[in-house]
């Protein structure tokens, strides 16, 4: 089935950058398409970012133009870049592998998460 | 931006039928995928392709899908199935996530 491992998470600073990677085993990575879910601390699930197996992205309205999802398939390791942070991007963000197409067939292997806090 | 609508709780007694529903402009246009996620947990895929189960999960979850309407329902429900529930679909090129709905089994 997979497994997915994030890193890269911790204190960012407003305005400044950071860089999450997700290390997936298990499944044929350059296969799948994959995402990035956030969840703010005591709040509901939130859709950030996903890309294709192809490497077509595509964004929340609140992330785009400001982070950048990528994948590096020889290393079977996705990525999301964050510029400009905020204090409302302070959350659990999960890397996530699309069991099939895109649009239709949802989310079948999750990471544990890697927690974000954005804050002077 | 389009919006997906949940009710934020709803309570079930042990062996009852809980149902969950989801709405959005035009919902029965889109596929539906359901999620739950426990306390501490990632989320877990339950439903996708609005009426699919994934291998692994219990036929007493089910859903439908139909005009403005998704819905995810949980036949004779069981203690371990207290959780958030989220149902997700895409409008165009973005993702969507419900506000989430906690199902509590008194």
């Known amino acids: 089935e997979g497994q997915l491992v994030e890193s890269g998470g911790g204190l960012g600073q407003p305005g400044g950058s950071m860089t999450l990677s997700c290390a997936a085993s298990?499944?044929?990575?350059?296969?799948?398409?994959m995402s990035w879910v956030r969840q703010a601390p005591g709040k509901g699930l939130e859709w950030v970012a996903a890309?294709?197996?192809?490497?077509?992205?595509y964004y929340a309205d609140s992330v785009r133009g400001r982070f950048t999802i990528s994948r590096d398939n020889s290393k079977n390791t996705l990525y999301l870049q964050m510029n400009s942070l905020r204090a409302e991007d302070t959350a659990v963000y999960y890397c996530?592998?699309?069991?099939?197409?895109?649009?239709?067939?949802?989310?079948?292997?999750w990471g544990q998460g890697t927690t974000v806090t954005v804050s002077s | 931006s389009y919006e997906l609508s949940q009710p934020p709780s709803v309570s079930v007694s042990p062996g009852q039928t809980a149902s969950i529903t989801c709405s959005g402009d035009k919902l029965g246009d889109k596929y539906v995928c359901w999620y739950q996620q426990k306390p501490g947990q990632s989320p877990v895929l339950v439903i996708y392709?609005?009426?699919q189960r994934p291998s692994g999960i219990p036929e007493r979850f089910s859903g439908s899908n139909s005009g403005n309407t998704a819905t995810l329902t949980i036949s004779g429900t069981q203690a371990l199935d207290e959780a958030d529930y989220y149902c997700?679909?895409?409008?165009?090129?973005?993702?969507?996530f419900g506000a989430g709905t906690k199902v509590t089994v008194l």
């Open positions: 996530a592998k699309n069991s099939g197409f895109i649009k239709k067939d949802g989310v079948d292997v």
């Open positions: 997700q679909a895409w409008d165009s090129n973005t993702g969507v």
């Open positions: 890309i294709s197996g192809g490497e077509t992205t």
């Open positions: 392709q609005d009426n």
């Open positions: 298990g499944f044929t990575f350059s296969n799948y398409a």
